[in-house]
């Protein structure tokens, strides 16, 4: 598979722990995007980096929050000391430079339930 | 504020209807504009439109934008229950970020 890939799946937490999720994305794309999502909701923009470097942060993302991309390849996300509010859809986006507009692709999503 | 409307918020219809989605916007550097489907996972991409007045089409869908009213829509023809899901427009921005903002998406629902 080249698609976009997240792992893991599915993530159940307690509160108070640190959690932290992987995107692998589509090998050739120098920009990778992660995002989250709550029910009935559109994706919310958290972060994106080009290659290694974040160019980005949304408000959002609060100090528990960091993402790294260390070698332009693969990201993580990690959240520390959970909150129940942290409970969604997080999901990995990866896209090619675009001069115009490109297609962003999608991973499958870590769906993270804070307990 | 950049904002991405869809409407309606959600649409039931059955077999064989035609469906028109709607997606508005107000985003500063417009680039381009991307609709997706989401069924219980991911979003997957269907289509991306960049230039006023040209409809992109694939089998029952097709989609097109009006950079001058700032909308866009989405068509389905001859619904099928395999069409029901979420909707999701998002427009590309330019300038010094470059991210796509989500509309809430359109929860469409296809009975037999």
Same mark, same amino acid.
């Given at each position: ?115 | ?5 869809? !409407? /309606?918020? !959600? ?31 991911? /979003? ?5 439109? &960049? !230039? ?24 389905? &023809? ?5 069409? !029901? ?20 998406? &359109?929860?469409?629902?296809?009975? /037999?």
């Amino acid at each position: 598979d080249t698609g976009v890939s997240q792992d893991p799946r599915h993530k159940i937490t307690k509160r108070g722990q640190n959690v932290t999720f992987r995107c692998d994305p589509i090998s050739e794309h120098n920009r990778l995007y992660w995002y989250r999502q709550t029910l009935g909701q559109g994706p919310e923009f958290l972060t994106y980096f080009q290659n290694e470097a974040q160019l980005e942060k949304s408000r959002l993302l609060s100090d528990r929050f960091s993402a790294e991309r260390p070698k332009g390849s693969f990201s993580t996300l990690e959240i520390q000391r959970t909150e129940q509010g942290d409970s969604a859809m997080y999901l990995c986006a990866s896209s090619l430079d675009w001069v115009r507009g490109t297609e962003a692709f999608f991973g499958q999503g870590t769906r993270l339930t804070v307990v | 504020e950049d904002k991405v409307v869809q !409407s /309606p918020l !959600s649409l039931v219809v059955h077999e064989g209807d035609t469906v028109t989605l709607n997606c508005s916007y107000e985003v500063t550097n417009f680039r381009s504009l991307l609709w997706y489907k989401q069924e219980k996972k991911a /979003p997957t991409f269907l289509f991306m439109l &960049t !230039s006023s007045g040209i409809e992109k089409k694939s089998g029952r869908l097709s989609s097109i934008l009006d950079k001058k009213e700032l909308f866009s829509i989405l068509n389905i &023809t001859a619904t099928q229950t395999g069409d !029901s899901a979420v909707y999701l427009c998002a427009v590309w921005y330019g300038g010094a970020t470059n991210k796509l903002i989500f509309g809430t998406g &359109t929860l469409l629902a296809v009975q /037999p």
